[in-house]
């Protein structure tokens, strides 16, 4: 196996991925309420409580505006507590992949797995928050059935990131660095508490290097019944940050486990 | 046919050669062990062997595949038992037969006709729907072994299959073996239960520091390599006749501890040495651990 190869794709990870389905299927009502639970309270919350003292933002209430972020960051929240922790857990703790990995398998298959299993799962997570802002009435215009497709790009996107980080963790506690440096700021800059255009000018020019902007970017508008501004930079942006992301995590699980 | 040939076979991790040029052949139907102190360089021979590290030289086939680059067709073939147990927890018992038999790419039909049978082997049939946390350390051991058949395997790896198990699990494992063997089944066993490679392997290589060092079967191994019997004996003056009058009665005399060991071809002389003093001893016929011990030294390896 040369160790900077591009990873190999093949339909291998489907028994993979349905290892982590049936897993998930025993949980499954828990696991998504448990999912909901947190970005509802946000949207209560900040939406209707703080939002209630808060002028209008582009035409619209400030609880609609924050729904349509809290769509974009839970879904990068539920891809990214999957590929970090539950894939560490069975990277490490469980040796779930080794015994995989005696079988016909190899950890191309198996890293290809937990890509597409996490982004499943937290595509799942995003449409169950976008059904609940549907039934809020937060969104009611027919350009936000586009983010059903948008939610499987967000979920891709921030599970590829993850892996690469879980390739190189020693324990848990080295995902601490990752939501402090990465994950707070991501969420904090990139739109979705607060149109990006609020910020200084240099910390403008950061979210726009940053993946979640530009979900926040796409998924916005559509939510509030808008067309999209740049669409195609914006899911190349992401498509890129997972393929990126994708590679660095399939080159240093190699180096992790196949010395 | 070789189920498995490995010729000059190489790894080394930071400058340290960990398998350093070993070469063996196995045949169908045959029980090969591999024996060796901690760290000798075993588990990962077999890691090689199954493509699961690349090697740094030498040649492997198994199932008459290249490996590392037809690893995964021939793992088709082949079953491990993996040293530490690797079950999924998160299953039941005949979870972890469905989830394991889909990585081959068993249709799920046939996968579940096979479960009744495995489960009868594993002797685990009252426990189908037992989560894995429920079972004791021999039976998940049980439960490893017979998951390693969910693909029919024409040879089987298996590292130290009886480690950390009580003598009733031990034994009942060791019957399961010798039934795979009567029906054509390969084994590739690594293990430091000397009785264990005795009762089961009929051909056997001890490995040292990443070499082979010797290799026949039991009986072979010993004739070859040490004298026919062995006495042991314990009390406060052994060392000082040990050092005096021992010498000339056995062949070699061995300290450890508070023991000393000799080794003879005629014991007779000893034994009545042995009868004139106050010292506690056993008579014994020499076996494979003296083998062990004499070519790999009896200081401790971490």
Known sequence: MRPYALPS????????????????????GASILG????????VVGLGYG???????IGGVPYVAFLAAGMVCSSTMFSATFEALYSAFSRMHVQRTWDGIMMAPIDLDDVVLAELVWAASKSALSGTAILAVIWLLGLSSSLLSLWVLALVPLIGLTFSALALAVT?????YDFFTYYFTLIMTPLNLLCGVFFPVEQLPAPFQA????????????????????????HVVVHVLV??????????AASVLFRRRLLK | MAVLAVSDLRKSYGGQEVVAGVSFGIAPGECFGLLGPNGAGKTTTLRLCLGLVDPDGGSIELMQRPIPGEARPARLRVGVVPQMDNLDPDFTVEENFLVYGRYFGIPERAIRERIPGLLEFAGLAARAASRIQTLSGGMKRRLTLARALINDPDLIFMDEPTTGLDPQARHLIWERLKQLLAQGKTIVLTTHFMEEAERLCARLAIMDRGRFITEGSPRELISRHIEPHVVEVHGDEVMDWADGEARGLAARVEKSGETVFCYAKDPTPLLASLSRRELRYLHRPADLEDVFLKLTGRELRD
């Open chain 1, 238 to 247: 992401l498509l890129a940050y997972a393929a990126a992301g994708f590679y």
């Open chain 1, 167 to 171: 390739a190189v963790a020693k324990s």
């Open chain 1, 50 to 56: 703080l939002g209630s003292m808060l002028p209008q």
């Open chain 1, 206 to 229: 950061v979210a726009w290097v940053l993946p979640l902007t530009h979900a926040t970017a796409v998924v916005r508008p559509l939510m509030l019944g808008q067309v999209p501004l």
């Open chain 1, 35 to 42: 999912n909901l639970a947190d970005p509802l309270i946000y």
């Open chain 1, 9 to 28: 794709m093949s339909l291998r990870f489907v028994p993979v991925w349905r290892r982590n389905l049936l897993v998930w299927r025993k949980l499954a």
